[in-house]
């Protein structure tokens, strides 16, 4: 998804994705993709995501367990917020 903000915020979601800790992040929620798809869980494009059961964010890891939901399950937290649609 491109980011449609202020050049500023494309620049400053540019260095924040450098991150070596976002790098990292990045690449264990693409390796449990893989992992799904591999497993017959998920599939390219199916709108699913794969949810980690303890969020990255508080420590959670793929070693604490994965499932595939649908997006809006997964995001639906945010709903009501700016930026997320029905």
């Known amino acids: 998804m491109a980011n449609k903000g202020s050049p500023a915020k494309i620049a400053y979601d540019k260095e924040y994705n450098a991150r070596p800790e976002e790098k990292k992040k990045r690449a264990e929620r693409n390796k449990a993709r893989r992992e799904a798809i591999a497993e017959g869980k998920a599939e390219k ?25 649908d997006e809006k399950v997964n995001k639906g937290w945010r709903k009501g917020k700016k930026g997320y649609d029905n």
């Open 45 to 69: 494009g199916d709108g699913k995501n794969v949810d980690h059961i303890k969020p990255m964010r508080k420590g959670g890891d793929n070693s604490t367990g994965t499932r595939v939901v």
